[in-house]
């Protein structure tokens, strides 16, 4: 969901009675969609309708070239702030995310566009730098870090809840619980007890597609 929005019934005498509000960033299961007085719904697998402009809908990708269809791949759409786990075709999660926001020509703050594999992850790591905006940083124990450019990289945030909208200073934001899902799912895989590992050709990281 992109904003509060609520969940509908088509009444016998074709009039729309809202059922209840679900909340933004609730996941909600469509079956197909269908139009009513000109405008668009999603039908839920309950049976119910949803606004489809009160949605973010994921625009499902083609493996990238080059990978084996049961390889575990991760997708980023900078213009909708959603992210996709894939194995092969096959899509598993999806979530919203916070990417890197414009910043200033002296201090860029938008994140790459590329395609990379995870170099190495952290159960948690440190982060800190200085920028002429923003001054001096330094966040500890930012949980469920996986780096997959230089000092890009994607992890959990426990500081906001902006997810769906650019915030970031360049890496790839997501709610604890997501990160910690993704963590866990894309390779290299951290052994039991290990607090990070870094990817090697015997065990290589997971893809990361950014595009817009």
């Not at 990238?64 to 390889?71: A, I, S």
């Not at 799912?185 to 007890?193: D, F, K, Q, V």
Request: proline fraction near 5%; include cysteine.
């Amino acid at each position: 969901m992109s904003k509060d929005t609520k969940l509908l019934q088509l009444t016998a005498d074709d009039k729309l009675r809202a059922t209840k509000t679900v909340e933004r960033r609730t996941f909600l299961d469509l079956t197909e969609e269908t139009e009513i007085a000109g405008r668009a719904y999603m039908i839920t697998a309950d049976g119910l309708l949803v606004r489809k402009d009160h949605l973010l809908i994921p625009d499902l990708q083609a493996l990238p070239k080059g990978l084996d269809p049961w390889e575990r791949w991760i997708d980023v759409s900078v213009s909708q702030q959603m992210l996709v786990a894939y194995e092969g075709t096959r899509p598993v999660y999806v979530t919203l995310v916070s990417s890197g926001r414009k910043g200033t020509k002296e201090d860029p703050y938008e994140t790459p566009r590329g395609r990379w594999r995870i170099y190495s992850k952290h159960v948690s790591t440190t982060m800190d730098g200085s920028s002429a905006t923003d001054g001096n940083y330094s966040i500890q124990d930012v949980p469920w870090t996986m780096f997959f450019s230089g000092s890009y990289a994607l992890h959990g945030a426990f500081w906001h809840r902006s997810f769906g909208a650019v915030r970031s200073h360049g890496c790839v934001n997501l709610g604890p619980s997501d990160a910690r899902w993704l963590f866990h799912w894309a390779t290299p895989l951290l052994p039991e007890g290990w607090h990070g590992v870094n990817a090697t050709d015997e065990s290589p990281g997971s893809t990361v597609v950014v595009r817009d």
